[in-house]
């Protein structure tokens, strides 16, 4: 089982829609949690940061539940341009980050 | 300011030869690493450098994986004998310290034939 799961996808989804991603992390130690999204044939970028008390960044908001090992990312308003590749990943302590496989958005006119 | 760079950043090699792969962190990071991406998945840790020392390799799939930042700043990923299966994305990324974002380079696109 890999340590971080997450729907492939694809989710196809009109502009203007909300779409939420789900991940789940199988090693209780992971202390930090991110969202990297990348674009197709290019590098991740980290979006952001999830803390345990949730939180938001213009449409995006991300929450994490410590309890069930489940990290989430709302995008709301959706826009042509949040057609991506969104990557869940956590970190133990001060050790390289573990990255899921990934979920792909497209985002259609 | 420069991001990090990485040279080639596509590479076709014949099954058996040997590879290098070059990656210029951003100025004054401590903190590299090397990632493999196979096509439709995450990226996959395979080693990091604090300055020159190299802290952990436990990602390197075999022997034929070698890495090396002799001065603590340009880093090299070496492949020997490379076969199909080491085809992948290979991603850098630098970071200012070990617990800092991570900043990642465009890749290079390894092709074994």
């Known amino acids: 089982r890999k340590e971080v799961e997450q729907d492939p996808g694809p989710f196809n989804v009109p502009e203007g829609a909300t779409v939420a991603f789900n991940c789940t992390y199988s090693?209780?130690?992971?202390?930090?949690f991110f969202w990297y999204r990348q674009d197709c044939r290019k590098e991740p970028k980290l979006l952001m940061s999830?803390?345990?008390s949730g939180n938001e960044d213009g449409r995006f908001t991300a929450q994490l539940n410590r309890a069930s090992q489940y990290i989430s990312l709302l995008i709301r308003d959706s826009k042509l341009s949040d057609s991506a590749t969104y990557l869940c990943?956590?970190?133990?302590?001060?050790?390289?980050?573990?990255f899921g496989k990934g979920t792909r958005l497209s985002v259609i006119a | 300011g420069a991001g990090v760079s990485q040279s080639p950043r596509y590479k076709v090699a014949k099954r058996g030869q040997d590879v290098a792969l070059r990656c210029d962190p951003i100025?004054?990071?401590?903190?590299l690493f090397w990632y493999q991406q196979a096509l439709g998945q995450g990226p996959e840790f395979l080693t990091y450098?604090?300055?020159?020392?190299?802290?952990?390799k436990s990602g390197l799939p075999s022997d034929r994986f070698f890495a090396e930042r002799p001065e603590g700043s340009v880093s090299t990923l070496k492949i020997q004998r490379t076969q199909q299966e080491d085809s992948a994305v290979y991603l850098c990324?630098?970071?200012?310290?070990?617990?800092?974002?991570?900043?990642f380079g465009p890749g290079t696109r390894l092709t074994v034939l």
């Open positions: 999830v803390y345990s």
């Open positions: 450098f604090q300055n020159e020392a190299q802290l952990d």
């Open positions: 990324a630098s970071s200012l310290r070990l617990d800092n974002e991570q900043f």
């Open positions: 990943v956590v970190q133990r302590g001060n050790t390289p980050l573990v």
């Open positions: 090693n209780s130690a992971s202390q930090s």
């Open positions: 100025s004054g990071h401590v903190s």
